[in-house]
């Protein structure tokens, strides 16, 4: 994965899976990565670290999930805390489904972030479209 947002460059390499138990799913990561900050290759500060990351996440029905986990790197930790309810209510499209992410890590890092969330596609449960879409992404 690479990505680059004002002057600051990242890429990671890691591999991740998932194991699947009929309401349980357990997702982790271990990799590498390089940041560097500044326009310059030869000029700024650069980050390297390996890091990994566990997601629990735990299905109360197929449209209902509950989700913690943890991030970890040779700098920081980050622990989270999560739920999704995928909307099932006939006057609303399929796949609308409100959701709710709160995470807090070193130097008082703190984060809570909820909304809406669409997805497009064939009609399927939650739990069938986290599983059958694809791997958690790796760093949240």
């Known amino acids: 994965i690479y990505n680059e947002l004002e002057g600051v460059r990242r890429w990671q390499a890691a591999v991740q899976g998932e194991w699947y138990h009929p309401r349980v799913t357990l997702s982790g990561a271990a990799g590498y990565q390089q940041q560097e900050n500044g ?4 000029f700024g500060d650069k980050d ?9 996440r735990w ?3 197929d449209n209902l999930m509950l989700e913690a986990g943890i991030l970890r790197d ?7 805390l999560g739920a999704v309810q995928q909307l099932s209510v006939d006057a609303l499209p399929n796949g609308l489904a409100i959701f709710i992410d709160a995470a807090m890590g070193n130097d008082d890092y703190e984060s809570v972030v909820g909304g809406l969330r669409y997805r497009f596609g064939k009609s399927k449960p939650l739990k069938a479209h986290h599983r059958a879409d694809g791997l958690v992404p790796i760093r949240k």
């Open 48 to 56: 390297d670290a390996g890091f990994a990351t566990a997601l629990l």
């Open 39 to 42: 326009a310059s290759p030869f």
């Open 59 to 61: 299905y109360a029905n």
């Open 74 to 80: 040779d700098a920081d930790t980050r622990f989270s």
